[in-house]
C-alpha cells in the first residue's frame, strides 16, 4: 500500500514543477513514480527509497541538461512581459529630460528616460533599448534639431 504514497509524492512533485518549469521536480516526479512501481512489485522501503534515490541522480544529471537545452533550442529569443517591448517604437509625449519624461509605447503612455540623459522634445520618434522597471530607456531614432527645447508640452491624441 506504500505505492499510494509515492503516487502522491508524485503528483505532488508534478505539480510543483508546472509552477517552476525548471525540470527538477519533474525529474523527481518520474522517481517517485518508479519507487511506486518498486513498492507495487512487492519491495521493501529500503529498496524503494533505493530505486528513488538512484533514478532521481540519473534523471537529475543525465535527462534534465538534455531537457533543458532541447526546450531552450525550441524557444529562442522569447520575450515576454515587459521585455517583449524592447526594440519597439515610441514617441515622446512629455519631454524626456533626465529621469523625467514620458512615451507612448503600445498604445500606452510610459515613463521614459534616455541612457545618456539627453534632452528630447515633444514628438520625437524614439526606440526601447531596455526596460527598468517600469521606465522605459530610449534612444532618439534621429537627431534632434538643434533649437529643439525640452519645455514640455503635452502630445494629445485621440
Avoid: Y
Avoid at 32 to 40: E, F, M
Avoid at 57 to 77: D, G, Y
Avoid at 119 to 138: E, K, M, R
Amino acid at each position: 500500500m506504500s505505492w499510494v504514497w509515492w503516487a502522491i509524492a508524485a503528483v505532488g512533485l508534478g505539480i510543483v514543477e508546472l509552477l517552476t518549469v525548471d525540470f527538477i521536480f519533474l525529474m523527481l516526479a518520474l522517481a517517485a513514480l518508479c519507487a511506486a512501481l518498486a513498492s507495487a512489485l512487492g519491495a521493501p522501503l529500503i529498496v524503494q527509497v533505493a530505486v528513488f534515490a538512484v533514478v532521481a541522480l540519473l534523471l537529475l544529471f543525465l535527462v534534465r541538461p538534455w531537457a533543458k537545452a532541447h526546450l531552450a533550442r525550441s524557444t529562442p529569443n522569447v520575450h515576454t512581459n515587459a521585455m517583449s517591448l524592447v526594440g519597439m517604437n515610441a514617441v515622446v509625449t512629455h519631454a524626456l529630460e533626465g529621469d523625467n519624461g514620458r512615451v507612448r509605447l503600445d498604445g500606452e503612455i510610459w515613463s521614459a528616460r534616455t541612457a545618456s540623459g539627453a534632452c528630447l522634445p515633444v514628438g520625437t520618434a524614439v526606440t526601447v533599448t531596455s526596460i527598468d522597471g517600469a521606465t522605459a530607456i530610449v534612444t532618439a531614432n534621429e537627431t534632434a534639431p538643434a533649437d529643439a527645447t525640452c519645455v514640455d508640452a503635452p502630445i494629445h491624441s485621440a
